[in-house]
Every structure is written in C-alpha cells, then in structure tokens.
C-alpha cells in the first residue's frame, strides 16, 4: 500500500481527488487532514470507503498536529487546503496569508522531517495574472508570477516556499497550475454553484461588471487526473499548467445554466464589478499534454449538464450551506449590490 496525506479533503477539489483515488488507484490509502472552515464540508466525504481512507481534523498552520497527522512511510503529500475565494480575500486576507503560506511551509518542514519521498502542491493559473482580451496570449510555465488579488497573491507566496524548500533543503516538490474548476461539491460562493443555486431558486443572478471576463473551465475529475500524473511523472522542481482549453465568457457560462434549468434570462442582473478583476485567464497546457501523458476526458457540454444534475439532484447538500453562515457572507457581498439599480449592458 502506498500511503498519502492529502489536505483540505473535505473540500470541493480536495474530495474529488479523494473519490477518485479510492475509485482508480487501488493501492493507495489515503489520510485526509482538514480544519474544516466554512468551506469544508464532511457531506462531501459521505459513502467514501473508511478502510483506505481516514480522515483527521486539524489545521495545517497547527506545527504539532500536523507533524503527529503525517503517517510513518508517507510517499506523498498532496497540498490542497486553501483559502480559495477571491471575494472573500478582497474583505479580508489574513487568513488567506496565514493558511496559504504559513500553511504550506509548516507542510514542507513536515515533509522533511517524515521523510516524505514528493511534495505536490495544488497551485492556480491566477498566480499569473490577467491576459488582455482577444490578444491570442496563454499562461505558460513561464509566465511570470503577476498575482492582482490577495487570494492569488498568497498562492503565488506558496509557491515560493514551495521553491525555497527545494532550492534549500532539496525538497521534491512539483507544482499544478490550474484553471477555474467546476462540478458537483462546488461550495455556492463561486461562480457556477452560486448561479445554478440562484437560479433553482428563482433568485438573481449577480453578473459583475460587463460580464465578459473570461475563464479558462475545467471538469474537476479532469484537474484531478492531472494532479496525480503531476505526482507519478512530473519532473522535480516543475511546475505543470493544467486547462482543458475551454475559455468562457462569464455571461456565456450563466445563460447555460438558466437554459439548462429553463429559467428566464430576465434573473440575470448586472452588478458593480469585483475590485481589481483580472480579465481573462486562459492557459497553454502543453508541457502536461506532453511530458504527463493527461488530456481532459470531459467535454464542456457533459461536464455542465452532469454538474447542474448532481445539484438539482442535491438540494438538500445546497440548502445545509445556504442556511448556516453562507446567508450573513450573501448580504454582506451581494445586498448592496443587487439593491443598486444598475443598467443591464446587454
Ligand atoms: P475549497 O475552498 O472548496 O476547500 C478548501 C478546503 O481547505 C476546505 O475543506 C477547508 O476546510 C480546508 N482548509 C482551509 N483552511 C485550512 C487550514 N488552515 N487547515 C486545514 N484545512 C483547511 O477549495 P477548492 O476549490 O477545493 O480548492 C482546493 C485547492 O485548489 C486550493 O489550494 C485552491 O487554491 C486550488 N485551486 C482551486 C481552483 C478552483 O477553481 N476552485 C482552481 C485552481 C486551483
Ligand atoms: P469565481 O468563481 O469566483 O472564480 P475566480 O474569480 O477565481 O476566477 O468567479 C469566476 C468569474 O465569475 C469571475 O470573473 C468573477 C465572476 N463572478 C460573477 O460575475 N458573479 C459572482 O457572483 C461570482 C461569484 C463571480
């Protein structure tokens, strides 16, 4: 058996990972350690075999539960626990700071000290920056690390420790950059879950500025596929861009959903933009196409209707979320917003 830890599992991308582990890699078990924030959700781990995966809560900044957390004969551990909202590090960053530096370094000490043999940390495309519209520009591997909000840029700081650690003290490290994620899990407070969950319930859907930023979209079993050929073939020190070249704009994204689930364009409501929002991501994933072997499986069109399925098909999941903390961050981010009489551009 070939023994992991991964962090941040009871996340959205983090228990994708954990699914599809115990799915298609039979040999390995799996130690999931998460502090369980807002966005960490055991609903997320419901029916995961409890055999070849245990779960542990803790926080990845706490030195001492993470040193005793990771296991004897620990081949791998995978870094997915993050602050991960962009809003929200725009209302706040120190916790982004905290958890997504501080955090990452305690891991990497952790993994010197256990012996650990790889260090994967799951980074982003948005340590990158912003490409301008229609210029025919990509992320590449060489792009320059260009982070426009607090959330990028406490990414961006994690991959430097993750370098510093392997420059200093010769960590294996290997790093993923990808693209924006969807799929079931998804916690509402992003783009896709928030407007199929608006939209399910009659609801605005808050589109910011012109609504013509572009994402580059990816299936999350996609990404996930990715991480774990970055971890068996990716060479020391590399960093690997993961995208399904599948660019959108925002509004494109959000009249699918209302026609997926036959609601009126007419919800779609036009809000003041996101402070310093970056225009446009789209990602070259070459070097992964050629030195991991990945392609994506999952087309844009099945990948979207599976993923608007699986929250019809869960409401209960989104209703546990929209009932608790999630109403005070809604009126804090969009009351305003949406009482404003905007003019719809479109
Ligand atoms: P998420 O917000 O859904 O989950 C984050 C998880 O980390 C939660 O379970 C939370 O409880 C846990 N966590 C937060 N702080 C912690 C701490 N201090 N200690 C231990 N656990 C903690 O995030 P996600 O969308 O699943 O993203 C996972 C990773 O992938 C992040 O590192 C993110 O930067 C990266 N990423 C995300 C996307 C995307 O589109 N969502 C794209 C590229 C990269
Ligand atoms: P998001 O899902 O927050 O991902 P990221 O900012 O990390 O790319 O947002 C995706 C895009 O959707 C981004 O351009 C911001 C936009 N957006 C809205 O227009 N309205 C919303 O309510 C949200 C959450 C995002």
Request: with cysteine.
């Amino acid at each position: 058996m070939t023994t992991i830890f991964i962090t941040g599992g009871a996340g959205f991308i983090a228990s994708a990972f954990v699914r599809l582990l115990l799915a298609e890699q039979p040999d390995v078990r799996i130690v999931n350690y998460d502090a369980l924030t807002y966005a960490g959700n055991l609903e997320n781990l419901t029916g995961v075999d409890e055999v070849r995966h245990v779960f542990v809560k803790g926080d990845i900044c706490d030195r001492t539960s993470v040193t005793s957390a990771v296991p004897e004969n620990c081949e791998a551990i995978f870094n997915f626990a993050a602050e991960s909202h962009v809003d929200r590090s725009i209302l706040s960053a120190d916790e982004f700071l905290r958890t997504n530096v501080i955090g990452t370094q305690v891991l990497l000490d952790a993994a010197r000290a256990k012996g650990v043999r790889r260090f994967v940390q799951i980074s982003t495309d948005e340590v990158m920056g912003s490409l301008p519209d229609n210029s025919g520009l990509f992320f590449s591997e060489d792009s320059p690390l260009r982070p426009n909000s607090p959330y990028a840029a406490s990414k961006a700081a994690a991959e430097f420790v993750v370098r510093a650690a392997r420059e200093t003290h010769g960590v294996d490290a290997v790093i993923t950059r990808c693209g924006n994620n969807y799929g079931p899990r998804q916690f509402p407070e992003k783009l896709i879950p928030l407007m199929i969950a608006n939209a399910m319930n009659d609801q605005p859907l808050p589109v910011y500025g012109d609504g013509r930023n572009v994402r580059d979209w990816i299936h999350v079993d996609d990404h996930c596929r990715a991480i774990w050929l970055a971890y068996e073939k990716g060479a020391p020190g590399e960093a690997y861009n993961i995208g399904a070249r599948n660019e959108r704009e925002n509004i494109d994204v959000v009249r699918s959903i209302l026609n997926a689930l036959g609601k009126p364009e007419s919800l779609i409501k036009y809000v003041e933009d996101r402070l310093g929002h970056d225009r446009r991501y789209a990602i070259d994933p070459s070097k992964a196409e050629t030195e991991l072997g990945w392609t994506p499986r999952i087309t844009w069109e099945a990948g979207l209707a599976s993923t608007i399925d699986w929250y019809r098909e869960n409401q209960t999941w989104v209703e546990h979320i929209r009932s608790g903390d999630y109403r005070a961050y809604y009126d804090r981010m969009y009351g305003a917003r949406l009482n404003a009489s905007g003019s719809n551009p479109a």
